[in-house]
Nanobody
Framework: QVQLVESGGGLVQAGGSLRLSCAAS????????MGWYRQAPGKQRDLVAT????????YADSFVKGRFSISRDNAKNTVYLQMNSLKPEDTAVYYC???????????????WGQGTQVTVSS
């Protein structure tokens, strides 16, 4: 089992920034990557960005590329999502996820954080 605890969401004006954190604990040796998803009201949960244990990143949502940045601190078993130039359409619950990258594709292992609300006002 892997436990994920998120923090850092909140309310911000358009154009502002937020940094989300996700601390992992438990059987972290079973995973080799982590990702951030987001789910807007009435919509499906979509993958936003992933990062491997070695630091390779991928941004699945072209809408956030160049504005969001995923990083990690292996000593703290923590992954971050830096979000800049936020837009109202970025409003969603953001979820941390643990999984693997195989063949360039991210696979969730089904471990989720509790979610953190990000609200961007216009």
């Amino acid at each position: 089992q892997v436990q994920l605890v998120e923090s850092g969401g909140g309310l911000v004006q358009a154009g502002g920034s937020l940094r989300l954190s996700c601390a992992a604990s438990g059987n972290i040796f079973s995973i080799n990557a982590m990702g951030w998803y987001r789910q807007a009201p009435g919509k499906q949960r979509d993958l936003v960005a992933t990062i491997t244990n070695g630091g390779s990143t991928n941004y699945a949502d072209s809408f956030v590329k160049g504005r969001f940045s995923i990083s990690r601190d292996n000593a703290k078993n923590t992954v971050y999502l830096q979000m800049n130039s936020l837009k109202p359409e970025d409003t969603a619950v953001y979820y941390c996820n643990a999984g693997s990258v195989l063949g360039g594709r991210y696979y969730s292992h089904g471990y989720w954080g509790q979610g953190t609300q990000v609200t961007v006002s216009s």
